[in-house]
Every structure is written in C-alpha cells, then in structure tokens.
C-alpha cells in the first residue's frame, strides 16, 4: 500500500499529465454523471487529478460526486477495525473502510495495523479484506458497463481470465473503444466481439487526447440526435 501511495501528480494546475487533462476536458459531463469511471489502479493519480478541481469523489455505490469504481480497491481505503461487525460475509468478519485523505497517507498505512483495502486477483484464491464493500463497488462497476451506451478501454490489456470483467466487456451492448498499444486488444476484439461496433486504437493514454474528445462527442451527437 505504501508504495501504490508514493505515487502524486506533479505540482501545478496545468494539462502537463493525461488525468489532470481528462477531468478539466471532460469536467460537465462527470459532474453530471454522463461520464463514469471505473479504475483497476491502486494508486490515487486519477483521485488527486479530480480532487485538485475541486469536484468530489463518490467511491461507493450510492454516493454523491464523481462516480469513480476502483473495482481492486485503492491504498486510501483503510480497513476501520472500529466498525467492523461480527456478522460474517462469505465466512469473514466484516470489516469496512474509510476512505483517507491522500495527504499524509504513507504514514497513515504505515501506521496502520491493517493494509490497504486492495484485491488481488489469482485463480481460485481472493484478497477477502473488505470484500462487502468491495463487492458492491464490482457490482456497480458492471452494472454500469451493462448498460452502458459507450465504454472506453484505456490502457489495459484483455485478460479474459478476468472474468468479473471482461465477460461484461464482451457482452455489453455498448460501443467498445480499446485505446492500447497492446496487439492483444485488436486480437480480442475479434475473437470475443465479433460483430459488434468496436474500435481499437494502439496509442497511450496521453497521446489519446483528440481520439478521446471525437469518440465521446460523437456518442452524445448520437444520444441527442435518437
């Protein structure tokens, strides 16, 4: 957790890294809640670039603010050993958590007794810690790719061992848009998505700029448009 912590944006309120870009470009529509996030980081890069706007963050089902879903967890949640309940979920004591500032937050998980609310997924085995809340916030994640009109890859590659993802990817309705370097995002798409609208483009994220705005502003002519 410590080291997922150690990771901050530069100083400044500029465009000089991609998620301090991608809030201020795209600020209307996650206010409005047009535009929803889920992340598989730990690290708190895309919060810090939220937070630095001034917008808040709703990380739980339910919440009120930018919806971002860090469907792994994150190293700001802290497992509260304080409002854990001896009801039991799936044969664990509960235990929820808080989310923490990100000032200070090494020290805090190094003083902590417990690490960070972050799963780690490996065939047959799970990081139980939190797993309620964690849960619901999967849940939520692919309720909202279910539904979803446009969804947008950036910068992961397709592991369809991962199931409590990838299955909703390839299933959903939406428009699919993979934005990776990675050749294995074009080879799943065909395999797992034939015939269905997608599109891959083999860039990173921060060379995605103007791919990102045509792709999002075309899906919105679309809905005004239907």
Known sequence: GQYFAGFRLGIG?????????????????LESGII???????????????????LK???KPGANGVKLDKIHGSCNFLP???LASLEHYANKIIV??????????????KNSQIQPAMRFFTKDKDNLTCSAELDAILFEFQSLVNDANLVIIIGVKPNPDDKHIWDHIMNTK????????DDKCGEWLTNYRSGKYNRWY?????ECHTTLITEIEDEIKDRTNS
């Not at 309120?13 to 529509?29: A, C, G, N, Q």
């Not at 939406?174 to 370097?181: E, N």
Request: contains cysteine; aromatic residues 14%.
């Open 13 to 29: 309120d500029d465009y000089s890294d991609p998620y301090t870009w991608f809030v201020k470009e795209f600020r209307s529509l």
């Open 96 to 109: 929820p958590f808080e989310v923490e500032s990100l000032d200070g937050l090494v020290d805090k998980i």
């Open 174 to 181: 939406a428009k699919v848009v993979l934005i990776s370097p």
């Open 202 to 206: 083999p860039m990173k994220f921060e």
């Open 36 to 54: 929803t996030i889920g992340s598989l980081n730990y690290d708190c890069l895309l919060d810090e670039a939220i937070q630095k706007q001034g």
């Open 57 to 59: 963050i709703a990380y």
């Open 80 to 82: 509260s050993i304080k």
